[in-house]
């Protein structure tokens, strides 16, 4: 197992599979400035699979794709049968708005070796989905949950961004949707990542004020369950076997137990949302890099890793220092992939 400066083993790998997207989220988007990135510095299905199959052989065992919207990308399926065939990995999944997901398309996806779909979903109200997306439908998203279901893309994640002012009335909401069409609902506390250029402490909901508005909605285990390095704390339901999660990034920060990389849609080696940059990886692999070098850089970027960017924010709260933050985040949620 490969260990970090805080003995973090590297578990998890979050791969953006670009950085194009046709919705405009706020939170993960910044205004309309953004340039993406050339097509040339993208990286290829082969190059993908090449450093998946890399990080597996140092212990990854999890991985996650991501965009940008990842059904953008042509044909996806023949890379998920590339990473399909890495026989040591236990979970393959996607992260999508659900908008390109047709039953076809979704079949293809199961065919092919993807095993479940998380679905971004901030608002069950047409109007205010718009806005927040700037470019989306709701009608398109919940046409793609449910070809996801009919698929077989199972368990189903929706993940909300909990914003006050914006959507927070909506939680119980989300909730039932989510109880009611029996998908998994994670809250997520609204976090200072790049591209949120709205972020402001006011406006995070925290999990304590999440969980206490569903405390007077339904009967929960308000101590929930936690897996050291997953970032959601989930909270079965008890008297039904569902649950619900909430990842409390601010308010209560998980660094400790952090197993996950990223790696960009442009090979850069990530080892912390919050990072400035990235590791890159593209460039050596392109000059005709062997492995065994593509290995040891990576090895050597997660072994000198001592990120925990999350707890020194909370730190800052509670001394009062949040705006003396140096650099916060730099690169853009667009680009990492949550």
Not at 194 to 208: F, K, N, P
Not at 281 to 292: F, N, Q, S, V
Request: with cysteine.
């Amino acid at each position: 197992m490969l260990r970090d400066r805080l003995q973090r083993v590297l578990r998890d790998l979050r791969i953006s599979v670009t950085d194009r997207c046709n919705f405009r989220c706020s939170y993960c988007m910044p205004h309309d400035d953004y340039e993406w990135s050339p097509r040339e510095e993208i990286l290829r299905y082969e190059e993908i699979a090449r450093l998946a199959g890399i990080f597996v052989s140092l212990g990854v065992r999890r991985i996650h794709l991501t965009g940008g919207e990842p059904l953008l990308r042509h044909d996806l399926f023949r890379l998920v049968e590339m990473l399909a065939l890495i026989t040591e990995l236990e979970d393959l999944s996607l992260t999508t708005n659900g908008t390109l997901l047709s039953v076809s398309r979704a079949r293809e996806l199961k065919r092919a070796g993807l095993k479940r779909v998380n679905v971004s979903l901030d608002s069950l109200r047409p109007e205010r989905f718009r806005r927040m997306t700037r470019w989306g439908e709701l009608g398109a998203v919940l046409s793609g949950i449910d070809a996801a279901r009919e698929a077989g893309l199972q368990p189903i994640k929706l993940n909300m961004v909990v914003i006050r002012g914006v959507n927070d009335d909506e939680i119980v909401d989300l909730f039932e949707f989510a109880r009611r069409e029996g998908h998994q609902i994670r809250f997520i506390e609204y976090m200072d990542v790049g591209g949120a250029q709205e972020w402001s402490l006011e406006r995070t909901v925290t999990r304590r004020e999440i969980l206490e508005r569903l405390a007077a909605h339904v009967d929960f285990d308000r101590e929930g369950r936690s897996r050291r390095d997953a970032p959601a704390r989930e909270y079965p339901l008890a008297d039904e076997g569902g649950r619900f999660g909430v990842v409390s990034s601010v308010s209560d920060p998980f660094c400790s137990g952090c197993s996950r990389g990223r790696l960009t849609a442009d090979g850069r080696f990530v080892t912390c949302l919050f990072a400035h940059d990235g590791h890159d990886l593209r460039t050596p692999m392109r000059e005709g890099r062997d492995d065994a070098d593509l290995r040891q850089r990576i090895a050597s970027t997660w072994s000198n890793r001592d990120d925990r960017y999350s707890e020194e924010r909370l730190k800052a709260i509670a001394s009062g220092r949040i705006g003396e933050l140096p650099g916060q985040a730099k690169l853009r949620m667009i680009q990492l992939g949550g």
